[in-house]
């Protein structure tokens, strides 16, 4: 069994990165609340930053997904979600440049440019090399994009009244395929979930 705390106001895409990755290998693991905003003394006594996701993995506290995941990959590497090195940074640049987009306050800032630049080189590189990141099985690399597209999604639509366009139907494709995973239903928060935990980089 494997702890595993999180924001209980808001589950991010790092969190939910983490969730994925024990879905898929099929191990069981207990999952605890936290309410960031207010900290309970357990948490933070085996976790002085009070950063989240944080896992018990053989008696150890761990935090950050990058280790946690690769952590799990290494104790239990079948199934294996190992992404091919020439291959784990693809989509790597869409995140920030959502949040780029998701905070600009100025229309002809670039914001939105740059954002479509990143989707529009991962629309094209599905189109050759899908449908996933690495061919026809899932990887570590669409655990980690996915949740990411999916708060992207949410927020953008939400506090943008914008969405993906018809004209990057790969990418659209691709968001569909993995937000019907079962292991992504079964961990995904809710939309109010996160366009509230999104609220404070848009008003900040």
């Known amino acids: 069994m494997y702890s595993y705390s999180y924001f209980l106001l808001f589950s991010g895409p790092f969190t939910q990165r983490v969730l994925l990755t024990l879905e898929e290998k099929l191990l069981p693991y207990d999952l605890k609340l936290v309410d960031i905003g207010n900290k309970p003394e357990w948490?933070?006594?085996?976790?002085?930053?009070?950063?989240?996701?944080?896992?018990?993995?053989?008696?150890?506290?761990?935090?950050?997904?990058?280790?946690?995941?690769?952590?799990v990959e290494e104790k239990f590497p079948n199934p294996s979600l190992v992404t091919p090195p020439d291959k784990a940074s693809v989509g790597s640049k869409i995140f920030s440049t959502y949040i780029g987009f998701l905070k600009s306050k100025d229309p002809a800032d670039g914001t939105e440019q740059a954002l479509l630049n990143e989707l529009?080189?991962?629309?094209?590189?599905?189109?050759?090399?899908?449908?996933?990141?690495?061919?026809?099985?899932?990887?570590?690399?669409?655990?980690?994009?996915?949740p990411k597209l999916y708060h992207l999604e949410i927020a953008l639509g939400h506090y943008k009244k914008w969405s993906v366009p018809d004209s990057l139907p790969h990418l659209q494709a691709y968001m569909k395929s993995v937000f019907s995973l079962e292991s992504f239903?079964?961990?995904?928060?809710?939309?109010?979930?996160?366009?509230?935990?999104?609220?404070?980089?848009?008003?900040?």
């Open 43 to 71: 948490f933070l006594s085996i976790n002085p930053e009070g950063k989240v996701p944080v896992v018990k993995l053989d008696d150890k506290w761990i935090a950050d997904s990058d280790v946690i995941t690769q952590s």
């Open 120 to 146: 529009s080189a991962f629309n094209d590189y599905i189109k050759e090399n899908g449908p996933f990141i690495n061919g026809k099985d899932i990887s570590a690399a669409d655990l980690s994009l996915g």
């Open 185 to 204: 239903t079964k961990t995904m928060p809710l939309t109010e979930d996160v366009i509230e935990g999104w609220r404070p980089k848009v008003m900040g």
